[in-house]
């Protein structure tokens, strides 16, 4: 299939800043052009209806409901279920820690409780001292956030057993436990775990449409039924409430359908991209090893050098923190044009 073309500032690069560049493929834009909608500010648009009963079954649970954003979905998920002025235990690299502008705070009323997240999950002891220390005039935890896959940490999937640990001291601390699923089914693919597995104890879980999957716009979050009521006041209130969302929800349906297996192809490329930086940089922290989705994340003591210099050679690239490059690959990145950002990795400063 022959994607879009893209806008002029990227037209005939190699994108690799992200997998949110990815555009819809035909089959979503047909879609999207023959969908049946209606307003679903009543829940009578029956695509948004038919992608939510579809998200909800593919991880498990009694309901789910649409959003603009995986920002947005985390956003709600911590307003109904975390109490103004309580704490989120979450990992110091986590997207809803560092990269949603401060909303936890601004939006929620809540404070970070920020831990080790080093190799891309928290640990059970964290959350054991957290929840003892607001015996000691700390803070009260009101929920514990994971993130799956974990980006900062090179797209690192969650262990089942991992996952499960931290959810039953989660629970006997009577905390809630949000899951960023923003990437589930790169999980999915890399571990060969079912999405309705890793999503089971959670309380809810976000994806992300419009990453890896291809979809123009959309996330979903889902839960039991009575939070997911309660999520879409609080949808409401942040803005997110659409009307005839169906001509988006539409593409949604074929992400879900059509693009979810073909993440291996991804991960595999990302593999090659991580052979390549570890070529030319062997101190840079990057194991192609330790690529297990597709994410490509290294050090660097001139980031912005190699960010000029790729831009060059064709190839965008991005940064996600002082120091520290992302290469991801994604459905608009072909083989061909691994190979290209292979070679100007190879002579980059």
């Known amino acids: ?26 089959e979503m834009r047909r879609a999207m052009a023959e ?20 998200y909800a079954q593919r991880v498990g649970k009694p309901a789910a409901m649409y959003v603009p954003s995986g920002t947005m979905a985390n956003q709600v998920a911590l307003r109904v279920l975390c109490p103004p002025g309580r704490l989120a235990i979450a990992g110091r690299r986590q997207h ?24 891309g999950t928290i640990s ?11 015996s000691h005039s700390y ?18 999937p969650w262990s089942l ?29 890399a571990t060969g775990v079912d999405a309705a597995r890793f999503a089971a104890p959670v309380t809810t ?65 990302a593999r090659r991209l991580a052979r390549a930086v570890a070529d030319r940089w062997p101190d840079a922290g990057c194991d192609p090893g330790r690529v297990p989705t597709n994410m490509v994340i290294f050090g660097h003591s001139s980031p912005q050098r190699v960010v000029d210099h790729l831009r060059h050679e064709g190839v965008l690239a991005g940064t996600i923190a002082p120091g520290v490059l992302r290469l991801v690959t994604h459905h608009d990145v072909d083989d061909a044009g691994l190979e290209r950002a292979v070679k100007a990795l190879a002579s980059a400063p």
């Open 1 to 26: 299939m022959t994607p879009a073309k893209a806008p002029a500032a990227t037209s005939g690069f190699v994108d690799l800043r992200s997998d949110t560049v990815t555009r819809p493929t035909p």
């Open 205 to 269: 879980v976000m994806s992300c449409l419009s990453k890896g999957l291809c979809a123009p716009v959309g996330s979903l979050l889902a839960g039991p039924a009575d939070v997911m009521e309660a999520a879409r006041v609080e949808r409401l209130r942040l803005g997110g409430s659409m009307r005839q969302a169906g001509v988006i929800a539409a593409a949604g349906l074929v992400a879900l359908r059509s693009m979810v297996d073909r993440l291996a192809e991804d991960h595999a490329r």
């Open 161 to 189: 057993d991992a996952l499960e640990a931290v959810v039953a001291a989660a629970t006997a601390g009577s905390l809630p436990v949000h899951m960023d699923g923003a990437r589930l089914f790169n999980a999915e693919v």
């Open 124 to 134: 059970v002891p964290d959350i054991a001292w957290a929840i003892e220390a607001a």
């Open 96 to 119: 809803v820690v560092i990269y949603e502008a401060a909303a936890t705070a601004a939006n929620a009323g809540i404070q970070v409780h920020a831990v080790d997240d080093t190799d």
């Open 139 to 156: 803070p009260e935890p009101g929920i514990v956030c994971v993130e799956h896959t974990h980006m900062p940490s090179g797209g690192t």
């Open 35 to 54: 969908a049946e909608v209606g307003d679903d500010g009543y829940r009578d648009d029956p695509t948004v209806n038919a992608l939510e009963e579809a």
